[in-house]
C-alpha cells in the first residue's frame, strides 16, 4: 500500500485509532471481559489502574485519570459499592484516606485480563507472527511517544 501524503496519512491514523479506542471501551467487550464493572469501561479502565499502582491517595488519581474530582469521587463510590475497592486509613497521614483494591477486585482484574488476552488471541489467531510482533513494536513506540506528551505536556515539533 502506498503511504499517503502526510495530512491524509494522519487522518487515516487518526480515524483508526479513535475506532479502536472506541471499540476497546465499548460496554459489551467490558461485559465480555467480566470485568465486575457493568459494562463500564470508565470503570474497569480505573479498577486496572488503582491495581497496577497499589495503594493510592484518591488526589493523587486525579491526573492519572483526568477527570474532575466529582466524577472520580462518583466512579470510586461505584468501585467502592460493588466490593472492588475499599478505603483504608494512610499510614503515613492518619487524616488521609488510600484507595485500595480488594481481594475480589483483585480476581476481578485477574479475570478480566485473561479474558481480554483471550480475545485478542481470537482476533489475532489468523495473523503472522511478523504482523503480531509488527503490531506490539509500533504500539510500544506510541505509547512511548505519547506519554511525555500526556504526563508532562512535552511534544517535539
Avoid at 477486585?105 to 479475570?111: H, L, M, N, R, Y
Avoid at 505509547?143 to 505536556?153: E, F, K, R
Amino acid at each position: 500500500m502506498p503511504v499517503p501524503p502526510d495530512d491524509e496519512y494522519f487522518r487515516h491514523l487518526d480515524t483508526q485509532l479513535t475506532a479502536v479506542i472506541r471499540l476497546a471501551r465499548h460496554p459489551r467487550l467490558t461485559e465480555r471481559m467480566g470485568a465486575g464493572t457493568a459494562g463500564d469501561s470508565r470503570l474497569y479502565l480505573l479498577l486496572n489502574l488503582l491495581h497496577d499502582r497499589g495503594p493510592t491517595r484518591a488526589a493523587d488519581l486525579l491526573e492519572a485519570v483526568a477527570v474532575d474530582q466529582s466524577t472520580l469521587s462518583r466512579q470510586l463510590a461505584a468501585l467502592v459499592e460493588r466490593g472492588l475497592v475499599q478505603r483504608d486509613t494512610d499510614p503515613t497521614d492518619g487524616r488521609a484516606a488510600r484507595i485500595v483494591v480488594t481481594a475480589l477486585g483483585d480476581k476481578t482484574i485477574s479475570s478480566a485480563r485473561a479474558a481480554w488476552q483471550e480475545t485478542l488471541a481470537d482476533l489475532m489467531a489468523e495473523w503472522s507472527p511478523e504482523d503480531r510482533v509488527a503490531l506490539l513494536r509500533l504500539l510500544g513506540k506510541l505509547s512511548g511517544d505519547l506519554a511525555p506528551v500526556v504526563y508532562q505536556g512535552d511534544i517535539e515539533s
